[in-house]
């Protein structure tokens, strides 16, 4: 049962010697070895190291060295992020055999805390997508439903903490890809304001836009994680030169008087009535905690899913570029390649892509092109300035913002995969936080009448983790859809 666990009721076994890393470690493995055919959250698995890893966890816990809030915790790591010496799919043909001589700084970081890595999980081809169905090796099946997708493009991550398969897992941020997987698994997930985490070693995609972050059991464990991740990192341009605050000292505080703002666009026709439900009866919950709730307008909301899908095609078109067949991942054969650059640079890219990460790549290469950039990729860059300053002037007055994370509890497998417009619009509530790029976290707030979980988004201004995350733990706190178990 150790798997079942939260990071901090385990961290506390861990400290008194009551479990070890290593019986912790093999029992999730154990676990996996049960549950993951069914399921299919992993794509690597890296037991050997684990178990060394977890030894030394063990080690350093005895001795009393060097030991840090999650030192011998098991986490789980998206397939986009590069482990040295692990095989980084990001659950592409592209990339099948590509194997990272160097660690992200995150993974860096992890290992210095004492962390336990588990596995690589299944995702969105390149973070493409919402269902973890772009996935060039396979489905992930929600732990709640294993009918209905895991969310995307993290539902590797997602899946595998929601069903005990990792007592932790780090993801990316895009669009809502911490975010709305979270929601559809039932667990907590996070993503940091742009710059917060490092990206060096993550696989871009949209390079403005992407963001690393926790995804775990409750929120707890979400702000020592990220306390973990955090940082400046001089190997990212784009990483904030700020110290990370002391996330765990915002929890187990009261949230009188903070006041928060209930944006109106997103709570708009189309939305699942379950879901406004559950989102509205958390806002009566915020209010009977003392929060101040007030109504907010942020009047660019409609334009976020047209204004992303200009620029996030555009920068991926740019940052996929790279995958030509000449210096890493996959490579196309025979007639037509052989002695013929362009050939083979042509046959690669057709052979190692697949359908939503090509759509992306023609979308962004039409935008950025010649006659078209003015009128599709400056537009919107501009319109991303208006959402931007939506949220400023909200700030001005408001500590919070709250909405829902999704619009709909988690769809069935196969739903949407031939309607890419719909598929995008599973992000409508996410989107406009990484265009601002500011700091928003998914936590649970109900089950609908199917037993499936649904997700309530708080979004907090530049640097403010530590208030979303004292938010998000007195709600947790005063409710127990936390405590709710997928299987
Ligand atoms: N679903 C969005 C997309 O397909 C967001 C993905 C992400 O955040 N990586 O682009």
């Not at 030192?71 to 789980?76: D, Q, S, V, Y």
């Not at 996959?330 to 362009?342: F, Q, S």
Request: charged share 25%; hydrophobic share 35%; glycine share 8%.
């Amino acid at each position: 049962m150790k798997h079942t666990l939260t990071a901090h009721e385990l961290t506390k076994l861990l400290i008194s010697r009551d479990v070890s890393s290593e019986e912790l470690t093999r029992a999730v493995y154990e676990h996996i070895g049960k549950t993951d055919k069914q399921i299919g959250a992993y794509i690597t698995l890296t037991k050997d190291t684990a178990i060394e890893q977890a030894k030394e966890a063990d080690k350093r816990i005895k001795e009393k060295r060097g030991v840090a809030p999650l030192t011998g915790i098991p986490i789980a790591i998206k397939d986009n992020m590069c482990v040295k010496d692990v095989l980084c799919t990001c659950a592409s043909k592209m990339l099948n055999d590509f194997v990272p001589p160097y660690n992200a700084t995150v993974i860096n970081k992890l290992r210095e805390n004492g962390l336990v890595f588990l596995g690589k999980t299944n995702m969105d081809e390149f973070a493409m997508g919402s269902s973890t169905e772009t996935s060039c090796f396979k489905i992930t099946r929600n732990p709640w439903d294993t009918n209905a997708i895991p969310g995307g493009s993290s539902g590797g991550s997602a899946a595998a903490v929601a069903s005990d398969q990792a007592i932790l897992s780090i993801g990316s941020d895009t669009g809502g890809s911490i975010r709305q997987p979270a929601s559809h698994c039932g667990i907590v997930g996070m993503k940091p304001t742009y710059g917060r985490v490092s990206r060096y070693g993550l696989v871009a995609f949209a390079s403005s836009l992407d963001q690393i972050g926790p995804l775990t059991k409750d929120v707890w464990d979400c702000a020592a994680l990220l306390e973990v991740i955090s940082g400046y990192d001089p190997l990212d341009s784009t990483s904030l030169r700020m110290d990370s605050p002391d996330y765990m000292s915002f929890l187990n505080k009261d949230i009188k008087n903070i006041k928060i703002g209930v944006p109106k666009e997103y709570f708009i026709e189309g939305i699942d009535k379950d879901v406004e439900l559950a989102v509205k009866g958390a806002i009566k919950k915020l209010e009977k905690l003392g929060a101040i709730i007030e109504e907010v307008s942020l009047p660019h909301t409609e334009y976020a899913v047209a204004t992303y899908y200009i620029i996030a095609p555009a920068e991926a078109s740019a940052n996929l570029a790279r995958y030509d067949g000449v210096k890493y991942g996959y490579r196309a054969k025979g007639e037509g390649v052989d002695n013929d650059l362009l050939g083979m640079y042509e046959n690669t890219r057709k052979e190692g892509f697949g359908a939503e990460v090509k759509r992306r790549i023609m979308l962004g290469t039409h935008t950025l092109s010649s006659g078209y950039y003015d009128a599709y990729y400056l537009k919107a860059q501009k319109v991303r300035t208006l959402i931007k300053q939506d949220f400023d002037k909200a700030f001005k007055k408001f500590d919070i913002l709250v909405t829902p994370t999704s619009p709909t509890p988690a769809f069935k497998i196969g739903e949407k995969t031939d309607d890419p417009l719909q598929m995008y619009l599973s992000d409508i509530f996410t989107i406009p936080t990484n265009l601002a790029g500011l700091p928003a976290i998914s936590l649970p707030c109900g089950l609908n009448k199917n037993g499936l979980p649904m997700g309530l988004q708080l979004i907090g201004d530049y640097f403010d983790e530590g208030k979303i995350l004292q938010v998000a733990h007195a709600f947790e706190q005063s409710t127990d859809f936390h405590r709710s178990k997928a299987i």
